[in-house]
């Protein structure tokens, strides 16, 4: 069993779902981190589809609950389209973001794949936010807050519906890792909705390699795993260029059993990887450490495995 190994490298250069500038310089980032060249160096034929294009961010303030609807919302087409284009052809799409709204357009491809090739689908959100914001319950009207309410279908029309399905996914199929910052009415609908949430108490108690294999457990080999990946969900004592830092999150040792619990399972089909802000980081280090992180998500092992 293993990963699949013909990856397409998807550019979106945005940051119009966040709090802060920057996250649009996150794929040329990940680029100079050597992103391409790592994976092909594990034997993955790596093609860079270079970077999509949508509309600039106006930088304004939110407008009923949401901040830049509109340009969200023609993000999340292009970068769906440019996922299931990927999935249709065969081989695996690694989204390079971009703010981490982005994630609706591409897990929304994913499951629209998973439909129409009759598999079940299992998403992987290592965060530390849940990400399941409302309009009504938003404080900042961001919406990289809200991408998992959208794709369970809570969220304004125009974009609960791309993808051809409302909702796009079942809360069912998401597990969250790492979580540690949430708001309080976000906390009433997260559990309300009944996510499967391993938050960083979780982790603290019972370990990353307990918390995995709990992620993990029931995938079969019709499963297609997909890993939406936010920088923050990093300590920022090693990830310090992503815009949202929370302390309290996974270290290196924890980041890497958690990505190498994930490609023992073969099934990575697809990964988003989120949030990175070079504005914010400090000689890039951030961009290696989730170059190396990818890496490990592709199989790269310590010396003692054979
Ligand atoms: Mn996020």
């Not at 802060?20 to 050597?34: F, I, K, T, W």
């Not at 357009?105 to 794949?113: D, K, N, P, Q, T």
């Not at 890039?284 to 003692?304: C, P, W």
Request: aromatic letters at 4%; one cysteine or more.
């Amino acid at each position: 069993m293993s990963t699949q190994r013909s990856v397409s490298l998807i550019g979106a250069p945005t940051d119009i779902g966040a709090g802060a500038r920057g996250a649009s310089m996150g794929p040329e980032a990940l680029r100079v981190a050597n992103i391409g060249p790592t994976l092909q160096s594990h034997g993955v034929d790596v093609i860079d589809r270079g970077n999509l294009a949508g509309p600039a961010n106006p930088w304004l303030p939110p407008l009923e609950g949401y901040r830049h609807l509109d340009e969200v919302v023609a993000w999340n087409q292009v970068v769906h389209e440019a996922v299931y284009a990927e999935l249709q052809g065969g081989r695996m799409p690694i989204l390079l973001g971009g703010d981490h709204c982005l994630g609706l357009g591409s897990i929304s491809a994913v499951a629209r794949h998973c439909r129409e090739a009759g598999k079940k689908l299992r998403v992987l959100w290592l965060d530390a936010h849940a990400d399941f914001n409302t309009s009504e319950l938003t404080p900042s009207g961001n919406i990289h807050g809200m991408p998992v309410a959208c794709l369970c279908g809570f969220g304004p029309k125009e974009l609960i519906e791309i993808g051809g399905k409302v909702p796009a996914i079942n809360p069912k199929w998401i597990r969250q890792i790492g979580i540690r910052s949430v708001d309080p009415g976000e906390k009433r609908f997260v559990h309300e909705q009944e996510l499967e949430v391993f938050d960083m108490r979780y982790i603290d108690e019972m370990g990353m390699r307990h918390t995995m294999e709990l992620a993990l457990a029931t995938l079969d080999a019709n499963t297609h795993l997909h890993v939406s990946f936010d920088v923050d969900f990093l300590d920022p004592a090693i990830a310090p260029g992503v815009g949202t830092t929370i302390p309290g999150g996974p270290t290196y040792r924890e980041a890497q059993l958690c990505m190498e619990m994930i490609a023992d399972t073969g099934r990575l089909a697809s990964l988003d990887v989120m949030e990175l802000n070079p504005a914010l980081d400090v000689r890039n280090q951030t961009a290696l450490l989730a170059v190396d992180l990818i890496e490990s998500l592709f199989g790269k092992s310590t010396l003692m495995r054979k």
